[in-house]
């Protein structure tokens, strides 16, 4: 841990900080032009818009399908999605940190005509009460919830109430129009995403959309575990995700968990199950 976060693990801490976005112009040689806000916060690496991640994401959402981006942060991920999705498909990006999630909106209402975005300002839990995110710096660009780690270990020192909201009751609800359409959740939530996923069972088991997960490197063995034996008991085939532009890489199995410190998953139904 460096000296400036030690303090701030202390409690010496700077007050909070927002960031401006600028929008970008990409020109996909399939997709055409491709406007992206920028989110101008420090710790935030640099995200670029290419036609290759969307053509492979093609081969797993249709157009008129829906599908899920849980922890979409800027919409970095949500708007290739959302292009392979179609201006006749919907992506469901939820992002409960208010500093990001202005971004979030931003991105949401570019590209019209070529993408669907639906921006929703909460995180995607069991229960539906405010919950407390930790996050790295003031500015709050990385962090989460991260349940059964030592906030020692992944030394994010500041706190941040947010809105969670079990999302199947959300969709049962508010949207149920889009459920029949799901084909696709993608989740990134810096250690919750077992957790994301057991909330979201009924509905996975129902329709059976390709699902795409974090394996957070802060995550031990047991952790590990259940986020694989999940997937496996929800009748999925998992795989290391070798590349934005493969998703579909070597097949992971149970002894192989600890293989990589951190990397992404990919469930692919197996035959029958769907």
């Given at each position: 841990?460096?000296?400036?976060?030690?303090?701030?693990?202390?409690?010496?801490?700077?007050?909070?900080?927002?960031?401006?976005?600028?929008?970008?112009?990409?020109?996909?040689?399939?997709?055409?032009?491709?406007?992206?806000?920028?989110?101008?916060?420090?710790?935030?690496?640099?995200?670029?818009?290419?036609?290759?991640?969307?053509?492979?994401?093609?081969?797993?959402?249709?157009?008129?399908d829906v599908?899920?981006?849980?922890?979409?942060?800027?919409?970095?991920?949500t708007i290739?999605?959302?292009?392979?999705?179609?201006?006749?498909?919907?992506?469901?990006?939820?992002?409960?940190?208010?500093?990001?999630?202005?971004?979030?909106?931003?991105?949401?209402?570019?590209?019209?005509?070529?993408?669907?975005?639906?921006?929703?300002?909460?995180?995607?839990?069991?229960?539906?009460?405010?919950?407390?995110?930790?996050?790295?710096?003031?500015?709050?660009?990385?962090?989460?919830?991260?349940?059964?780690?030592?906030?020692?270990?992944?030394?994010?020192?500041?706190?941040?109430?947010?809105?969670?909201?079990?999302?199947?009751?959300?969709?049962?609800?508010?949207?149920?129009?889009?459920?029949?359409?799901?084909?696709?959740?993608?989740?990134?939530?810096?250690?919750?995403?077992?957790?994301?996923?057991?909330?979201?069972?009924?509905?996975?088991?129902?329709?059976?959309?390709?699902?795409?997960?974090?394996?957070?490197?802060?995550?031990?063995?047991?952790?590990?575990?259940?986020?694989?034996?999940?997937?496996?008991?929800?009748?999925?085939?998992?795989?290391?995700?070798?590349?934005?532009?493969?998703?579909v890489g070597?097949?992971?199995?149970?002894?192989?968990?600890?293989?990589?410190?951190?990397?992404?998953?990919?469930?692919?139904?197996?035959?029958?199950?769907?």
């Amino acid at each position: 841990m460096k000296a400036k976060e030690l303090l701030y693990m202390l409690g010496v801490r700077p007050r909070p900080r927002t960031y401006p976005a600028e929008v970008v112009t990409f020109n996909l040689s399939r997709d055409g032009e491709v406007r992206y806000a920028r989110w101008l916060h420090p710790g935030e690496s640099r995200k670029e818009i290419r036609q290759d991640t969307v053509d492979e994401l093609r081969k797993f959402v249709r157009p008129g399908d829906v599908a899920i981006d849980i922890g979409a942060h800027t919409g970095d991920s949500t708007i290739p999605i959302a292009l392979a999705a179609g201006a006749s498909g919907t992506v469901l990006a939820l992002e409960p940190n208010p500093y990001v999630f202005r971004v979030l909106e931003q991105n949401a209402a570019l590209n019209q005509g070529k993408a669907h975005i639906v921006p929703l300002m909460f995180a995607a839990t069991e229960a539906s009460h405010d919950f407390t995110f930790q996050y790295s710096d003031a500015g709050f660009c990385n962090g989460g919830l991260h349940p059964g780690i030592s906030r020692w270990r992944h030394g994010h020192a500041f706190d941040l109430t947010v809105r969670g909201e079990n999302l199947e009751a959300y969709l049962d609800r508010s949207l149920p129009a889009l459920v029949p359409r799901i084909r696709f959740i993608k989740v990134d939530t810096e250690g919750y995403d077992a957790q994301v996923l057991q909330s979201l069972r009924a509905l996975i088991v129902r329709q059976k959309p390709f699902i795409k997960a974090e394996v957070y490197k802060q995550l031990d063995l047991a952790q590990r575990q259940h986020l694989y034996d999940l997937l496996i008991e929800l009748g999925y085939d998992v795989h290391v995700v070798a590349s934005e532009t493969q998703y579909v890489g070597q097949r992971l199995e149970r002894q192989q968990l600890m293989a990589r410190a951190h990397y992404d998953v990919f469930g692919t139904p197996r035959e029958g199950t769907g």
